[in-house]
């Protein structure tokens, strides 16, 4: 069976753009898992994307050959009846954090890098969800298509700039002190875990879609390969950038500083990549909801985003501080089970 090229890379971009969320996208998600901790983050970002590659590819090969219509089924089928209903409530909870965090997020690209209020930029936000959750999976692989391949290239490009920055070498090679510095052992494995585990909602359905499995092998080890060299090129631009822990958004803060000719263009691809990640999670959400609520998708999207939108006024710092590193370490459960499960080929 001959590998699908076109497929394959459309599920790299829908891997990457529901994986590049808030934290992920703006710098805040790679500053408190990995640059803060200097060369041993880098060393974690390295496991990180081994883990990205092999797993992200695994679980969407397993979810095919299972036939899983969602991330629900998928659990079952991981964890066992009993357990895996425990984990599907608890997914379903931290898809409801993470996507305040994201809307969060985006309403803090429009206040802080654009000087519109963030109560707008959420409402923006939520409408142009709904128009693209009308359009179903097809607009959610249009979207990721478009952001994708900009997020990268821009990100090759901040690299190429920082490296030629006087003492990069020394920035890289530096190791400052964290007081909670034991986190960066953790780190790779529970910021995987956490993406992963989340990412499921979108990369199961896309599995089931696509059904071939040498694509989808291929398009979760090249989406995983993106990740990492997103990840990379990020953390090498972020480490340049002085006091980088203090600002909201640090990736727009170092574009500012260093091509400020494409600032806007970023801040543009910033949301982007934000957005795409809104729609994945939400889609995720509708999908298992669906299931034990008889009603319109209309209707329990628009339910799904009174409940994100009324979280979402917590300040966006906070939420990713506080729930990304607890939904982290609950997720390692997750992929140490995906990691010792075996894959049956069709």
Do not use: C
């Amino acid at each position: 069976m001959r590998t699908n090229w076109s497929q394959a890379l459309q599920i790299a971009a829908v891997y990457v753009g529901t994986v590049v969320g808030a934290g992920f996208a703006t710098g805040k998600e790679i500053v408190e898992f990995f640059s803060r901790f200097g060369f041993i983050g880098m060393i974690g970002i390295l496991i990180g994307g081994y883990i990205f590659i092999f797993l992200g590819s695994k679980l969407m090969r397993i979810a095919a050959v299972i036939g899983a219509d969602s991330y629900q089924d998928f659990n079952l089928y991981l964890f066992g009846r009993h357990f895996g209903t425990l984990i599907n409530i608890l997914m379903l909870v931290m898809l409801f954090g993470v996507s305040a965090v994201m809307l969060s997020g985006a309403g803090a690209v429009f206040d802080e890098q654009l000087g519109i209020s963030r109560i707008s930029g959420i409402i923006v936000t939520i409408v142009l969800s709904i128009f693209v959750m009308i359009v179903g999976i097809k607009g959610l692989f249009a979207v990721n298509i478009f952001v994708v391949p900009m997020m990268v290239t821009f990100s090759f490009y901040l690299m190429f700039i920082s490296v030629q920055l006087p003492h990069f070498q020394d920035q890289l090679l530096s190791i400052p002190f964290a007081e909670d510095g034991w986190k960066s052992v953790v780190a790779p494995f529970s910021y995987t875990a956490f993406n992963l585990s989340l990412a499921q909602a979108v990369l199961v359905p896309v599995a089931k879609e696509i059904k071939d499995v040498r694509t989808i092998k291929w398009g979760g080890i090249l989406g995983g390969l993106a990740l990492t060299f997103i990840l990379l090129s990020s953390h090498t631009t972020l480490i340049m950038l002085p006091d980088f822990r203090s600002y909201e958004i640090p990736m727009a803060v170092t574009m500012k500083n260093l091509a400020s000719g494409f600032y806007w263009i970023y801040v543009f691809i910033i949301y982007g990549e934000i957005f795409t990640s809104i729609i994945g999670n939400i889609f995720g959400l509708e999908r298992q909801l669906k299931k034990y609520v008889k009603a319109p998708s209309i209707i329990i999207v628009s339910g799904i985003f009174v409940i994100v939108f009324l979280i979402s006024f917590v300040d966006y710092g906070t939420l990713l501080s506080y729930l990304y590193p607890i939904f982290g370490y609950i997720s390692l459960f997750f992929i140490i089970l995906l990691w010792i499960k075996p894959l049956e080929e069709m």
